[in-house]
């Protein structure tokens, strides 16, 4: 079970990674003020710090922490400001609100078993396991019914969102150790990747990455042949628009679920 320690003051401010230096898009960890940092975590018994956020709008996304931002960052100094990976910015921003209370998690259970879904079918112009056991070594935690990104690197970087159809033993774990990992189908295709072959199914071996292990790959996965040329790819306010747009369906799938 998780315990949590309240905060200490009602509500904090969103702000995007990317308004630091030290953010980009595949950041996963959020960043406090050195006053919350010392506040929440100075009795912190080690191991990942967590906090749980909720907007204002009941929008409830849980963050892992790097540690303490450097005020100079900011036009005018204000503690209240925690930075968040784009993905979760995003979200909060989307449903309305970027007003959060917070409070400190101190223990997470740890992940069995994770099933991911690839929002379009770009994730298979590189090899699904090894993309996704990159991916997974860098995050922290993981919360079912929510989405991230990865990076296509044979496509110059070009972002794919996963989404979080489902994680054990608790809505909310920690990444690390053996994970079982199981792949359902993309829910969407982008017209510029065609399947121009029957996919045939190709046995993939269970395999070991940086501590983490994948039993659950030994088993033969579906994956269709490479994809044809690319005619154009979304530009990146494309892609904006296209995960703000997932983001209120699937936040709108999550409260009906």
Do not use: C
Request: charged share 20%; proline share 7%.
């Amino acid at each position: 079970m998780n315990s949590t320690k309240p905060s200490y003051k009602m509500y904090h401010q969103a702000q995007s990674i990317l308004r630091t230096p030290y953010g980009d898009l595949t950041s996963k960890y959020a960043y406090i003020s050195l006053r919350d940092y010392n506040k929440w975590f100075d009795d912190h018994p080690g191991g990942l710090m967590v906090l749980q956020l909720r907007s204002q709008t009941d929008t409830t996304r849980y963050v892992a922490i790097a540690g303490p931002y450097d005020s100079s960052i900011q036009d005018e100094r204000n503690d209240d400001i925690i930075y968040l990976p784009d993905s979760i910015y995003q979200e909060f921003e989307n449903a309305g609100s970027l007003q959060l209370a917070v409070q400190v998690i101190y223990e997470l259970e740890q992940a069995t078993k994770i099933v991911l879904k690839p929002l379009d079918n770009a994730v298979y112009h590189e090899d699904m396991r090894d993309l996704m056991e990159s991916a997974m070594n860098e995050f922290p935690l993981l919360q079912k019914h929510t989405q991230f990104s990865v990076a296509i690197e044979s496509l110059g970087g070009y972002m794919v969102d996963i989404w979080v159809e489902n994680v054990e033993p608790a809505e909310i774990v920690q990444l690390g150790g053996e994970v079982e990992v199981e792949f359902v189908e993309p829910l969407e295709k982008i017209v510029e990747y065609t399947r121009v072959h029957t996919p045939v199914p190709v046995p993939v071996s269970a395999s070991a990455y940086q501590g983490m292990s994948f039993p659950g790959m030994d088993q033969p996965l579906a994956k269709p042949p490479p994809a044809s040329a690319v005619v154009a790819l979304p530009s990146a306010a494309d892609k904006d628009a296209m995960r703000a747009a997932r983001l209120a369906r699937f936040s709108s799938y999550n409260k009906a679920n």
